[in-house]
């Protein structure tokens, strides 16, 4: 319905301060004073690491949906620093461009049913590229065809020619190129909770006490690092569907009782975030309930020195979305020297 407008064209035009408000909606992390500090999106969370290292992003489209995405690779580019390049769905497909397995195809569409970003689609898929669909239309070809996606959520275009479309798809990218680090999602995720508990055993009891102890002094959180042997000892009675439990399960000679701990706190429904070497999150975690956290393998003594790193980014992150001073933590001083 065209309400007082006399054109859908001129309704849709008009509409953008809505369509944009509802392309973003839910997708800003706000920290301090309502400021944006970082970008979710849901859809792409089990690609992101694969995209990441990427050694191309190409975006690929028809028309309109083509020129959001050229109006937008330049911040992509710059962020990402990951070369971009533009394909024209029907060019790329006469030339049988070259697209490889370490490339990202983004298929941006607003239909998502235009059949020569389909059949480029297609043609992606059949080379081995990870293929991510930029639709506003739940269920279309290119939403279902696709690795992953993010949707445009503008509200049905209806004049043929597109214009609340492309704005929404300029934002998305956007805010695809301003994604950043897993650690600063999950931080996102965990900045208003009181408390986080983390498992360490062996080479790692001190990675969960020291993960811990950066937790409660920069980012003022309650936070415990516990030996996981002493779990049944006391502080599984703190295990509920609300409490962030690290576990850290890194491939070492405690891998087979860390895994034992995970189903223990899966029983009681806890709350997990499972650390864990690349590759090994199927077997970690098979039911997909724990958020992962990757790490590389290194030999077991060494792996301390890996783990803790996407820690301390944690506490990093969560310092700066709760507000507070990274630098000088409340009440601490670099040097104590007094008793
Ligand atoms: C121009 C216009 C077209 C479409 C193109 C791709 O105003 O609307 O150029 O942008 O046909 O369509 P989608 O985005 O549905 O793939």
């Known amino acids: 319905r065209k309400g007082n407008f ?4 001129q309704k849709e035009i008009h509409e953008q301060p809505d369509s944009l408000t ?9 920290g301090g004073e309502q400021k944006a500090k970082g970008i979710l999106l849901g859809g792409l969370k089990d ?90 239309t ?13 949707h445009l959520n503008a509200g049905c275009e209806i004049g043929v020619a597109s214009t609340k479309a492309y704005t929404s798809q300029i934002a998305v990218i956007v805010m695809l190129a301003l994604l950043d680090k897993d650690m600063k999602e999950l931080a996102a995720l965990l900045m208003d909770e009181q408390s986080l508990l983390v498992f360490g055993r062996g080479y790692n009891y001190a990675t969960a006490l ?30 509920d569907e609300t409490l962030p439990i690290i576990v850290i399960a890194t491939g070492d000679a405690s891998l087979n009782k860390q895994q034992s701990v995970i189903q223990q706190l899966k029983a009681r429904k806890g709350r997990l975030i ?36 996407p820690l301390q980014l944690l506490a990093y992150h969560l310092t700066v979305f709760r507000g507070f001073n990274v630098d000088q933590p409340r009440n601490l001083a670099k040097s104590v020297t007094t008793q």
């Open 47 to 136: 690609y992101l690491k694969t995209m990441r290292r990427s050694r191309r992003i190409l975006f690929i489209g028809c028309g309109t949906s083509y020129n959001a995405a050229l109006a937008a690779r330049p911040v992509v580019e710059e962020l990402s620093g990951i070369p971009v390049t533009m394909e024209i769905a029907s060019d790329l497909l006469d030339r049988q461009g070259p697209i490889y397995r370490e490339d990202t195809a983004i298929f941006v569409s607003q239909s998502g049913e235009t059949a020569d970003t389909l059949q480029a689609l297609e043609y992606a898929k059949s080379n081995g590229a990870l293929c991510v669909g930029i639709t506003n």
């Open 138 to 150: 739940v269920g279309s070809a290119i939403a279902r065809g696709t690795h992953c996606g993010i």
């Open 6 to 9: 006399e054109h859908f064209m």
């Open 210 to 239: 020291e993960c811990a102890l950066k937790v409660k002094e920069v980012s003022l959180m309650h936070a415990e690092g516990i030996v996981a042997g002493e779990m049944k000892h006391g502080p599984l009675a703190l295990v």
């Open 22 to 30: 509802m392309t973003m909606r839910g997708r800003l992390i706000r």
């Open 274 to 309: 499972v650390m864990c070497t690349e590759g090994d999150a199927e077997f970690m975690c098979p039911d997909r309930t724990c958020r992962i956290i990757e790490v590389p393998k290194v030999h077991d003594c060494l792996q301390p020195i890996i783990n803790i790193v």
